[in-house]
């Protein structure tokens, strides 16, 4: 099946500080999902990217759809504490008897260091 | 409104017990799902339902056993679980299963 791979898969950063992070995979996406999820509690969508090139801002958070359909990243700029947790990244499946399951990468932990 | 309710926020049982989470959302979205999932790991898909039929169970145990009332509900009943269950459990809906889906809060569900 279809597998995503997320990296890093944990951060420690300071106060301030920009964040990257992004998903590859080995087929193509046709929607690229990035969630953010607090310690229990479910995940909550921050951004949907639905075209390859597409670069979408959300506040402080910015994610692109790869051109090869195959990767997408998420930036988190100047950081502040409330932006730790888990973040996702997340795909539809496009076809076969998994038509419409979403594939999650193994998220990044986010800890902010104030 | 991107809003899904779930209760009970947290569940205790025991391993004869019956018990049931519930899961609610009013934005016409027309399929629902649930998933499981364990500390510090991705959501687990369980079960998918579109337009109110079981489309999707990933092969999941039948002591967990769902059941979609309207457009709007979706339950899992819960029996004879096993302590290996205990997790955060959560409902998630979408327009239709092509589309990006929203969760719902969670239930800890705690396994004695």
């Known amino acids: 099946g279809q597998q995503l791979n997320q990296s890093p898969q944990s951060m420690f950063i300071q106060e301030g500080e920009d964040v990257s992070m992004n998903c590859t995979s080995s087929?193509?996406?046709?929607?690229w999902l990035w969630y953010k999820q607090d310690p229990g509690e479910g995940p909550v969508l921050l951004i949907a990217?639905?075209?390859?090139?597409e670069l979408t801002s959300n506040g402080r958070l910015t994610a692109q759809f790869g051109i090869t359909r195959k990767d997408s990243f998420l930036n988190i700029s100047a950081s502040i504490p409330s932006d730790v947790g888990i973040y996702f990244c997340?795909?539809?499946?496009?076809?076969?008897?998994?038509?419409?399951?979403?594939?999650f990468g193994q998220g990044t932990i986010l800890t902010v260091h104030p | 409104d991107t809003e899904v309710t779930q209760t009970p926020k947290h569940l205790v049982m025991g391993m004869t017990n019956k018990k049931s989470l519930k899961c609610e959302q009013h934005?016409?979205?027309?399929?629902m799902y649930w998933y499981k999932q364990k500390a510090k790991k991705p959501p687990e898909l369980m079960f998918v339902?579109?337009?109110?039929?079981?489309?999707i169970n990933e092969s999941v145990p039948s002591r967990f056993s769902p059941e979609c009332p309207n457009s709007s509900l979706l339950n899992l009943h819960l029996h004879a679980l096993q302590p290996e269950d205990s997790a955060l459990y959560l409902c998630?809906?979408?327009?239709?299963?092509?589309?990006?889906?929203?969760f719902g809060p969670g239930t800890r569900l705690t396994v004695t």
């Open positions: 998630a809906s979408s327009h239709a299963t092509m589309n990006e889906q929203y």
């Open positions: 087929s193509i996406f046709n929607t």
């Open positions: 990217l639905y075209k390859a090139g």
């Open positions: 997340a795909g539809p499946n496009a076809g076969g008897t998994s038509y419409g399951k979403l594939t």
């Open positions: 934005m016409g979205h027309r399929a």
């Open positions: 339902y579109s337009y109110e039929k079981l489309s």
